[in-house]
């Protein structure tokens, strides 16, 4: 008898790959996303970067010429919902799309066992899968050992945050079983181009295009659930993540604002979760400043 994981290997020899990824003054990062792609047992049929007018993109020259891969280069930074909205109106039709940070390294058989996975016969309801996110230190090309995300959750107070940031990762979580998550976060969704289409906005964007940036990846896995797709976190996929910041307090005060009204704009478009606790957090950005700037003015001194 065949079972279901022998269906979804021979499935998955048909089944096309596209990975987009958004770039915004990226160059200490972008060489080793795209050679983790590259470099994948089995490649992702077309790959697009799409630059977002970065001060100096000369970096982008130094890319390596691949199969399927291309550059798209806009005239102006119109943020990273908007850029990766333009990417999947170009990638063309394929069986699944994933929305890749440029600080996001793909290990050797993520793919390959992604869509294995996603092809198996039990799993055609799950419309977007990611895997166990590992902290990278890009000034030493390295993992620092601690866990980045396994998934986005939720307090009961309404606060969204990257299940397990910081703790150790023990090898041993990796045969962990599959689970069920509330979101995932935006460096790494792998996405079954079904359940993309069915969430689509009536102008084709993926991507809410007024968020420009943070919150998307919330935003949008919570239209995927409502319309029935399972969103799954698999811990034996493995992913190194940089991650672009270093807390709210390196933060610009312009976008802890779009991070916090973008946490508005999910609270009313999910029933009012949360917020009392995003209304204060949007109303205090100001109040933060003003500590963040006496902080630093006293470390200084």
Not at 213 to 239: N, Q, T
Request: charged content about 25%; some cysteine; overall charge positive.
């Amino acid at each position: 008898m065949i079972n279901s994981q022998s269906k979804g290997v021979a499935a998955a020899n048909n089944a096309t790959v596209a990975v987009i990824v958004v770039t915004y003054n990226s160059g200490s990062v972008i060489r080793l996303c795209v050679d983790a792609l590259a470099n994948q047992s089995r490649r992702p049929d077309t790959i697009l970067v799409v630059d977002n007018n970065s001060a100096d993109a000369g970096y982008l020259e130094e890319i390596p010429a691949a199969s399927g891969l291309s550059i798209i280069r806009n005239n102006s930074n119109e943020g990273f919902c908007a850029a990766n909205n333009r990417g999947y109106r170009m990638a063309g039709d394929h069986s699944y799309v994933v929305f890749l940070n440029p600080d996001a390294f793909l290990h050797r058989d993520f793919i390959q066992r992604a869509v294995e996975w996603m092809e198996r016969a039990d799993n055609a309801n799950v419309g977007m899968l990611s895997g166990t996110l590992l902290g990278f230190d890009i000034r030493y090309k390295r993992q620092t050992g601690a866990i980045d995300s396994t998934g986005v959750f939720q307090t009961w107070y309404g606060k969204w945050y990257d299940r397990d940031q910081g703790e150790q990762w023990l090898e041993a979580r990796a045969s962990s079983p599959c689970e069920d998550v509330p979101a995932i976060v935006g460096a790494l969704m792998f996405c079954r181009s079904q359940a993309i289409e069915s969430v689509r906005a009536r102008n084709g964007d993926v991507f809410n295009a007024r968020f420009f940036m943070y919150k998307e990846d919330i935003d949008l896995s919570l239209r995927l659930r409502k319309r029935g797709w399972r969103l799954v976190y698999r811990p034996s996929l493995i992913c190194d993540h940089c991650r672009g910041w270093r807390g709210r307090r390196n933060m610009s005060i312009q976008s802890r604002y779009m991070s916090a009204r973008n946490e508005l704009r999910i609270c009313f478009s999910n029933q009012g979760k949360g917020l009392v606790y995003s209304t204060l957090k949007f109303l205090f950005v100001p109040i933060e400043e003003i500590f963040i700037r006496l902080s630093r003015l006293v470390s200084r001194s």
